[in-house]
């Protein structure tokens, strides 16, 4: 991962808990559980420059999406899964263990987290089965996401076009991603300068961090809507 850790580290304590998590989010910096040389884990405040942000005023819609999507038959909803979800990003198949941040520990600080109102899932279906998502944290006018997994084609991208739209449209100002991908990138994620990242959190945080809630939350909608004119 680019750039570096933050000042302060532990094996599991303050920053695990809602008020230090969201202490970590505000420093512009995230939480990760990563393996060390004597194979243990530890969980850390990371920093990334440069870094990897979505313009909410520039989110693209793939030209492929646009013509699939709506022959899939998915729905999408926003916080009706989020133990699932979290779940499901955490048991991504084909990483190794050293590969693997998102550990049972990290999910239960951001299941503390959705109790606490500061953390939300958006949820891609086929029928009654999940096979996309994404979660992430909201504070202020800023919103993150933290990972995303699909078991069905174009169900990952569309969990994450469903979140940047629904966020957009609440009127955040900054979507955090973290890292740039190449996936990502074709959705309009770009990588600007760590400097420029907080400049921008400070500004999206000067109202508090109290959240800003979404448009129609709890309503299940067909995902052909994400690619509607």
């Known amino acids: 991962m680019a750039g570096g850790r933050a000042p302060h580290t532990d094996d599991g304590g303050w920053i695990l808990d809602p008020p230090g998590m969201l202490f970590v989010y505000e420093q512009g910096a995230f939480p990760m559980d990563t393996v060390q040389e004597d194979g243990r884990f530890r969980v850390a405040a990371f920093r990334a420059d440069p870094r990897a942000v979505l313009p909410l005023d520039a989110i693209r819609l793939p030209r492929t999406l646009r013509r699939t999507l709506p022959q899939r038959g998915y729905a999408v909803t926003i916080d009706t899964a989020f133990e699932r979800v979290v779940a499901a990003c955490a048991a991504r198949p084909g990483l190794d263990r050293s590969e693997r941040w998102l550990t049972p520990r990290l999910e239960e600080a951001y299941r503390a987290l959705h109790a606490w109102g500061h953390a939300r899932s958006f949820e891609v279906w086929d029928g009654d089965e999940l096979v996309g998502g994404t979660f992430g944290v909201a504070l202020g006018r800023a919103h ?86």
Request: hydrophobic content about 45%; proline content about 5%; charged content about 25%.
């Open 144 to 229: 993150t996401l933290e990972s995303m997994f699909h078991t069905r084609t174009d169900a990952g991208t569309a969990a994450v076009l469903w979140a940047a739209r629904n966020i957009r449209d609440a009127g955040y100002a900054v979507l955090d991603v973290q890292q740039r991908t190449e996936h990502t990138a074709r959705l309009g994620v770009v990588e600007i300068r760590e400097s420029l990242f907080h400049a921008r959190l400070r500004a999206a945080l000067r109202g508090g961090l109290r959240p800003l809630p979404l448009p129609a939350e709890a309503r299940r909608r067909d995902a052909a809507a994400i690619v509607a004119p």
